[in-house]
């Protein structure tokens, strides 16, 4: 039998299944599209290339996004190694120098023994495993039971390999029209937007000040005011500015919560002061007031020369992006190193195509991991590709998949995308809408939501322990 495992694309979630695979003694073949053929948003040939937030979102014990993140770290994760490795202040927040952080899983998965990069486009999900199963013949002994089976992977090659498609929201066209015809659905696409990156040292700190929100973590932040004058005129030409046109035939399905600042504000004049320009928790240094509205921005990387707009993704013309951006106060000189920008992010019909395991419900070898199966967030395509790189080596062995436990958030993210009954199934992050609730009596012995959260981190701590002691 065959010990080579695919993996299809070299984000987040295909580094981390490339990477337990690898590390239970499959042989892997991780293949990257880039440099030969580059995405709309990507910059470099990394692997692990970051190209919206730097930020994981809150690490702050007793929340949903820590319970997955610390899940992760006690089960290996690469990636969550690698955020400690790279991390930045940002508050509660696991954020981190984007650059370093792709260079660390980069070097890592290219000195791993056991896994092989390769730099091309994958067209088809056949061609894949064709390509495996010619490299598995020209390496075969002589045994005519394993050179039988080397000429089957080649006939039907998707049976015959384990294939993980992690290839993420910015999967090839080629590549999603096969995927297309193996679901069988129609396009199945929305708009996802990233936020500009403004140079530090072009920050008027005059004007602003740093601090976190409610002060937790530091004065990780940077703060920029605003008066209700200044936020209605903003909201005023934001209103009226050009944006880059769509695609005649694309039509938009924008993700609730990744909107362009445009769309939060044609949904009324309060909704940004009340969204990503919040002011709660922020208290100006001078009056001790909280300001009408506030602008946040968060440290880029381990220099702190550069500062991201939290929440800011738009899609509007860059001039008109440099022209509203700098009515902010304190970026009237802004130096942008990046403009916000829109790609398409592409995500299949998971409740219908997958099981919990991962693997698809039409061939038990192809998996689907990543953003491509309807999870929303880094941390959240990390998890998918943790499990499904485990389950495909445990189909090269034969040994029934796994499915992770019902009180955690890796299980609970499995079992949203592979059960959730929907009609218009949409990508979702983790929270405890999504945990398995506890029994009634323990929700009436804690009242308070936060001790009921607290409850269930603590209890799918302690099953996700158990469960990985005897996984192992």
């Avoid at 010990?3 to 070299?10: A, L, P, S, T």
């Avoid at 990507?42 to 929340?63: F, M, W």
């Avoid at 096969?178 to 004007?207: C, H, R």
């Avoid at 809408?433 to 607290?454: C, D, I, N, S, T």
């Amino acid at each position: 039998m065959s010990d080579v495992i695919n993996v299809i694309g070299g984000g987040l979630a295909g580094v981390e299944a490339a990477w337990q695979a690898a590390n239970l003694g499959a042989r892997v073949r991780l293949y990257e599209m880039r440099p030969v053929m580059q995405t709309p948003a990507h910059r470099t040939d990394q692997l692990a290339e970051i190209v919206c937030s730097n930020s994981l979102k809150t690490d702050e014990p007793g929340t949903a996004p820590y319970l997955l993140k610390e899940e992760l770290r006690r089960g290996g994760s690469l990636v969550m190694e690698a955020a400690a490795a790279t991390r930045v202040p940002a508050g509660a927040a696991l954020s981190v120098d984007r650059v370093k952080f792709a260079e660390y899983i980069t070097e890592k998965i290219e000195q791993h023994p056991n896994i092989e990069v390769v730099r091309e486009e994958v067209k088809s999900i056949a061609d894949c495993g064709m390509r495996i199963a010619e490299h598995s013949a020209d390496n075969a002994s002589t045994n005519s039971d394993e050179a039988d089976l080397k000429r089957s992977a080649i006939r039907n090659p998707t049976s015959a390999i384990p294939t993980i498609i992690a290839t993420g929201p910015l999967t090839s066209d080629a590549l999603t029209a096969e995927i297309m015809k193996f679901t069988g659905d129609d396009q199945l696409y929305f708009y996802d937007a990233i936020a500009p990156i403004i140079a530090a040292d072009s920050i008027d700190m005059s004007i602003a000040w740093k601090a976190a929100r409610y002060d937790k973590g530091g004065a990780d932040y940077i703060n920029c005011p605003m008066d209700r004058e200044q936020y209605e005129r903003f909201i005023a030409e934001l209103l009226e500015a050009k944006s880059v046109p769509l695609k005649r035939f694309e039509e938009t399905h924008w993700f609730e919560s990744c909107l362009p600042i445009e769309e939060i504000a044609r949904r009324g004049p309060e909704t940004l002061r009340f969204g990503p320009m919040k002011p709660k928790g922020l208290r100006h240094p001078k009056t001790g007031e909280e300001p009408y509205a506030c602008v946040q921005l968060r440290q880029e990387n381990l220099m702190a020369d550069a500062y991201g707009m939290v929440g800011f993704q738009n899609h509007l013309r860059y001039g008109e992006q440099e022209r509203i951006l700098k009515m902010i106060p304190g970026l009237e000189n802004a130096e942008f190193l990046q403009f916000g920008q829109i790609h398409r992010n592409t995500f299949i019909n998971s409740p219908k195509i997958l099981n919990e395991t991962l693997a698809t419900k039409t061939d038990p070898n192809l998996f689907f991991a990543g953003q491509i199966t309807g999870v929303e967030g880094y941390v959240e395509s990390v998890a998918t590709g943790w499990l499904a790189g485990i389950n495909a080596v445990r189909t090269l062995r034969g040994e029934p998949l796994i499915t992770a436990p019902q009180t955690s958030a890796i299980g609970a993210l499995c079992r949203y995308v592979s059960n959730v009954e929907t009609k218009n199934f949409q990508p979702v992050n983790i929270t405890f809408g999504l945990l398995e609730p506890l029994p009634p009596e323990l929700r009436k012995k804690y009242r308070r939501k936060r001790e009921r959260h607290a409850v269930q981190v603590e209890r799918a701590l302690k099953d996700w322990d158990e469960w990985l002691a005897n996984l192992k």
